[in-house]
């Protein structure tokens, strides 16, 4: 069995996005994507786990060259995704899966020494409640992305919609960091305010919670607020805001305390937001933004 500090599950996807600022087609993109590239300068090691079609298996190659293991799980196709930005507002999207690679199955999961493991679903269509509740068993840390329930796929449209979901509370029990955005924590909870959401997300069950916004990241542990703002000069890569965040967060989070992983984690981010794709900086960089 091979040892990693951090593993990330999900689809690795190919997107479509389309905005008035300039659209681009067939490009990488997903939770492990975005995620564990943020990861990579934290100097740890580590690893993808993902379902695509063999065909499209070239998409990984940046993950590869940036030295992270990629365990990839044959499917007959590969989740595309559509995202389309009707304003000049960034942060409005409107989002269709055209393509699934389909469900996990545990079986089909590498065998690897007990970790700490991201679930970075997209939409709904990724991880079953049952598959998270057996993986919980080979993780030593188990962290989620809440969109796995709140992003919910029309069998016959494709659009995603965002919805609440009466199995949030069980999900949370299975989890030791959930991490969300405002709009998904607002539907969740019916709160507005992170630190309020938060406290719910709390109540429930959350041990550490991350919530993504504009302006910046709260991270709510043991009944106390962190906030850090970004400090992009521009959202042109403004796709895998969050995943990045919680991807240099958790990798940073391994040797550092909240506070400092949220300083970590809003600078690395918001030397992404200034570029459309992954974060392809140095450690340098990420410091000099920190001071």
């Known amino acids: 069995m091979k040892s990693y500090d951090l593993v990330f599950a999900g689809h690795v996807t190919i997107d479509d996005i389309e905005a008035r600022e300039g659209s681009s087609s067939g490009v990488p993109g997903g939770a492990p994507f975005f995620g564990a590239l943020a990861a990579v300068p934290s100097g740890k090691k580590i690893a993808v786990v993902t379902k695509m079609a063999r065909q499209d298996e070239p998409i990984l190659t940046l993950l590869r060259a940036a030295g ?5 799980i044959e499917a007959s196709e590969t989740t595309r995704m559509r995202v389309v930005h009707p304003t000049d507002n960034m942060e409005e999207r409107q989002l269709y899966q055209v393509k699934n690679a389909g469900f996990f199955q545990l079986e089909e999961m590498p ?20 598959f998270m509740g057996q ?39 299975l989890v030791n960091i959930v991490k969300l955005d405002v709009v998904e924590a607002e539907i969740l909870t019916g709160k507005s305010d992170l630190k309020e959401a938060a406290s719910f997300l709390e109540d429930w069950g959350s041990l550490e919670t991350m919530i993504t916004c504009s302006e910046g990241i709260l991270i709510r542990y043991r009944s106390k607020n962190y906030f850090e703002r970004y400090t992009n000069r521009s959202v042109h890569g403004r796709t895998g805001r969050g995943d990045t ?9 391994i040797d550092h305390d909240v506070p400092e992983s949220l300083t970590f984690a809003a ?7 200034e570029t459309p794709g992954p974060f392809h900086g140095s450690m340098d960089d990420v410091l000099a933004r920190m001071r």
């Open 68 to 72: 992270v293991d990629v365990f990839l």
């Open 111 to 130: 065998m690897l020494e007990p970790c700490r493991i991201h679930l970075g679903a997209l939409t709904d269509q990724e991880f079953t409640f049952e």
């Open 135 to 173: 993986l919980r068993q080979r993780a030593s840390c188990l962290s989620m992305d809440m969109q796995n329930i709140v992003r919910q796929v029309d069998p016959k449209t494709g659009r995603i919609h965002f919805r609440d979901d009466p199995i949030k509370k069980e999900m949370i029990h």
């Open 245 to 253: 965040t919680i991807g240099s967060y958790l990798a940073w989070r």
């Open 267 to 273: 600078a690395l981010t918001s030397i992404k937001m």
